[in-house]
């Protein structure tokens, strides 16, 4: 199948530092991709989907300013979270989906950031 | 809005005993239909899919049959293994995006 690649897999940053994950879609164009935010024993909540090329759309409740997401090319889309705080210390994940019409959305491994 | 209801676990199963995770949805229209399997400290990983009612999806022993008339998806296998403890999703997509049960932790001892 599809290789999506979520990069780094941890992250440890001070309180008030700005963190970059990094998503890309190794072997096919992601036209869509998503992020989600995993709390502990709670599902995947959608954050914010991003069209390549044009700006994301998030979800109610998610912080546009703090968490910045950029989908700059077809295959690259990065998700800044901006003056982290500990409670921002969570599981994310990303998944991509190329342009044909109800493909499948691949996930990458996911990123554990912790906030001290 | 869309919503999945899946079993709350942990689920705590034998080696080669029989599984079972109950998973209901509500929708509108025709959703598909997904398992995803998320290992300790990964990514999640499509395990099996079914696109209409009826369909059967199955994969590595698993499988699950898409019950449009009493709006379930319940995930089987037949004798499980240590190697299957995971946590596991059921997940339906509408239009475009998923949406995701909580997930139900699945731990099988030897």
């Known amino acids: 199948g599809a290789v999506v690649s979520q990069h780094p897999s941890r992250v440890i940053c001070k309180s008030g530092t700005s963190v970059k994950i990094e998503c890309r879609s190794l072997?096919?164009?992601?036209?869509?991709m998503f992020w989600y935010r995993q709390f502990p024993k709670k599902s995947l909540m959608l954050m914010a989907t991003s069209n390549e090329g044009s700006k994301a759309t998030y979800e109610q409740g998610v912080e546009k300013d703090k968490f910045l997401i950029n989908h700059a090319s077809l295959t690259l889309s990065t998700l800044t979270v901006t003056s982290a705080h500990p409670e921002d210390s969570s599981f994310y994940i990303c998944?991509?989906?190329?342009?044909?019409?109800?493909?499948?959305?691949?996930f990458g491994q996911g990123t554990r950031l912790t906030v001290v | 809005g869309d919503s999945v209801t899946q079993m709350e676990g942990p689920v705590t199963l034998s080696e080669e005993a029989f599984l079972t995770i109950n998973c209901t949805y509500t929708a509108t229209g025709y959703p598909s239909l997904f398992w995803y399997v998320q290992y300790p400290g990964e990514g999640l990983q499509l395990l099996l899919k079914?696109?209409?009612?009826?369909d059967k999806g199955s994969n590595k022993g698993f499988e699950a049959t898409y019950r449009k008339e009493t709006t379930s998806f319940h995930l089987e296998k037949g004798s499980v293994q240590v190697s299957d403890s995971a946590v596991y999703f059921c997940?339906?997509?509408?239009?475009?995006?998923?949406?995701f049960g909580k997930g139900t932790m699945l731990l099988v001892s030897p």
């Open positions: 072997d096919f164009q992601a036209t869509t």
């Open positions: 998944s991509a989906r190329a342009r044909v019409v109800n493909t499948e959305a691949f």
């Open positions: 079914a696109t209409k009612a009826d």
């Open positions: 997940a339906l997509r509408g239009y475009s995006t998923l949406t």
